[in-house]
């Protein structure tokens, strides 16, 4: 198959500071290795987990081009949340309860992500009227195929470590 009729539509989905320049340097790479950009999607009114701008890019690419792209975004310090379907096909959705404020849940969960090939997708916090009360906190993850067990590990090792309980995996019923 000839490297023009592999090429197809492909969704990087990003987190991007926000600071001027960011979305700029995002799609470098993405020209720089051949990638035609078809849209953005940038919600700068929103945030993630982390406190960073969700920002949806589609482009069109051989899948070579198309993993080229995604490891450049990568080695500039773009963090990449997905990369295609491929990338992260399955979902997990857990329950963290306990001090989830005064352990720093920024860091849990940044924690989660660098322990596992998952990446965090959604977080819902609830946060107890009194400091000695717990808090609770809903995680969706999104993984690698086949890698559901490995970022649940990864979970519960940052979560004893924390003294936090896990309660997993939630079923999509369950999460509403």
Known sequence: MSERTDVRAHTVRLELNDEPGELLNA???????????????HERGNRTPRGQIPVEVDVEATPERFDRIVDALRETGVNVVQAGAERYSEELTVLLIGHLVETD????????????????????????????????????????????????????????????????????GDSG
């Open 27 to 41: 799609l470098g790479p993405i020209a720089e290795h051949g990638g035609n950009l078809l849209s953005i999607f």
């Open 105 to 172: 849940l920024s860091d849990t969960l940044t924690r989660f992500e660098r322990c596992s090939s998952a990446s965090v997708a959604d977080v819902s916090l609830t946060v107890a009227d009194d400091a000695e009360d717990v808090s609770s906190a809903r995680v969706r993850l999104a993984a690698h195929a086949g890698e559901t067990d490995r970022a649940l590990a990864a979970i519960r090792e940052v979560a004893s470590e924390k003294d936090l309980t896990v309660i997993s995996p939630l079923t999509r």
